[in-house]
């Protein structure tokens, strides 16, 4: 298998790492910190918003089976690409919404689909596209968070999870 990775930021990253390892293709996922600057960042540091840090889902996937691209756009109906520092309920710029890469080569695919996302709005996106700088994965009782504590909290609708799991079934 020829596994790829691809780092995205959507607000808290329970809802996220949950609605994205649902999606078939998609072989491993860790919630961590992406893209700050501090050597390795705590929850509670990262909730301070002094540390640069964006709640972040490194997302491990088999490109025979899910592309890039239609990752990304599974990624954009989970968040407001528009919305600054804020998902949900969640604000601060631990919540911002970005798209790091580790490889160059997937830059093209993400530019155009920011340029097909952007026709969608009037207002600019707010999602951060930038080459990984660091990441560090969060503490283990946030891995899997949602399929430990089931009613644990959630920023996305339960219809985009049931949409997830329609699509792994295809």
Request: include cysteine.
């Amino acid at each position: 298998m020829n596994e790829r990775e691809i780092y995205l930021a959507g607000g808290c990253f329970w809802g996220m790492e949950h609605f994205l390892k649902q999606l078939d293709g998609v072989t491993g996922t860790t919630v961590g910190y992406a893209n700050g600057h501090t050597a390795m960042p705590t929850y509670e540091q990262v909730c301070t918003d002094k540390t640069g840090f964006a709640e972040t889902v490194r997302v491990q996937y088999d490109p025979q089976r899910i592309g890039l691209d239609t990752l990304l756009t599974m990624y954009f109906l989970a968040i407001d690409p528009t919305s600054v520092n804020k998902q949900g309920e969640d604000e601060g710029t631990q919540y911002r919404t970005g798209i790091y890469y580790s490889d160059a080569a997937d830059l093209p695919v993400i530019e155009q689909k920011m340029d097909e996302v952007a026709e969608r709005y009037d207002s600019p996106l707010a999602v951060e596209v930038g080459p990984l700088q660091n990441f560090f994965a969060a503490e283990d009782y946030h891995q899997d968070y949602l399929d430990k504590n089931p009613d644990g909290y959630c920023h996305l609708p339960l219809a985009l999870m049931d949409m997830a799991r329609r699509f792994r079934h295809k």
